[in-house]
């Protein structure tokens, strides 16, 4: 069974940092892509970072423009993991963080490329961040 398992979420004052983290089983770590996407109240989820989405190449990264300069994601195959470093956190960023898994190879489905929430088909339940002002 595939499981995505996300912790590290919280309250912290705007300037902060949190990690996340996703904890992976069920399937070959290093064959999957890994997402991670939030979203706010009222609002669509977005993507925010991922791993191994391009072109189905191992350690490949993406991040939101916006958000590439502050957010950092790196993955440990040993421990089937993925890491999402948020730096100088604002209260912008307060929202649902959801990590999310799919084949490395369906990149070739979607033009090579895995950025969006439908291209995605495991997900973790999600953890909270609050940013305060």
């Known amino acids: 069974e595939v499981q995505l398992v996300e912790s590290g979420g919280g309250l912290v004052q705007a300037g902060g940092s949190l990690r996340l983290s996703c904890a992976a089983s069920?399937?070959?770590?290093?064959?999957?892509?890994i997402g991670w996407f939030r979203q706010a109240p009222g609002k669509e989820r977005e993507g925010v970072s991922c791993?191994?989405?391009?072109?189905?190449?191992?350690?490949?990264?993406y991040y939101a423009d916006s958000l590439k300069a502050r957010f950092t994601i790196a993955s440990d195959s040993a421990k089937n993991t993925v890491y999402l470093q948020m730096n100088n956190l604002k209260p912008e960023d307060t929202a649902v963080y959801y990590c999310?898994?799919?084949?490395?190879?369906?990149?070739?489905?979607?033009?090579?490329?895995?950025?969006?929430?439908?291209?995605?088909?495991?997900w973790g339940q999600g953890t909270q961040i609050n940013v305060s002002s």
């Open positions: 999310a898994g799919a084949r490395a190879s369906d990149s070739a489905l979607y033009g090579g490329q895995l950025l969006s929430p439908h291209e995605y088909g495991q």
């Open positions: 069920g399937f070959i770590f290093d064959d999957y892509a």
């Open positions: 791993i191994t989405c391009k072109d189905g190449i191992k350690g490949s990264t």
